[in-house]
């Protein structure tokens, strides 16, 4: 079944993005850790999907400048460098704190930076 709008017509639609994350290259940023980056927006908004291999960790501290990230396990458990998260969760992390992106098992997050 497809739902129309009352009025009988579909909204304007002209700036919505579609991708399919297997539509886009991964790029490796640290072994063992792949991104797919799905959306850039103007005010250095982005969206992408992490892929961290089972072990795998970041080589360096990531540190969130200049505003939060927000992080959705999609599978897998993504830990922190201080605690896990399993398939599910959802992780605010404000601007200026920092963490060690890692995975015991590997999994699949999907990360977005409001404010670039």
């Known amino acids: 079944m497809i739902c129309h709008a009352r009025s009988g017509r579909m909204p304007a639609m002209s700036h919505i993005v579609h991708v399919n994350q297997n539509d886009v290259a991964p790029r490796e940023i640290y072994p ?3 991104k797919r980056v799905l959306w850039h927006g103007t005010n250095g908004a982005k969206a992408q999907i992490l892929e961290i291999d089972a072990g ?3 080589l360096k501290l990531d540190v969130h400048h200049p505003g939060p ?3 959705y396990v999609v599978s897998g458990t993504f830990n922190d460098g201080a605690r896990d998260y399993p398939a599910g969760s ?4 404000p601007a200026g704190s920092s963490h060690l992106p890692q995975s015991p098992d590997g999994c699949v997050l999907f990360v ?3 404010e670039g």
């Open 112 to 114: 977005f930076f409001p």
């Open 56 to 58: 795998a960790c970041f």
């Open 90 to 93: 959802f992780v605010h992390n």
């Open 32 to 34: 063992g850790v792949r």
């Open 69 to 71: 990230e927000e992080v």
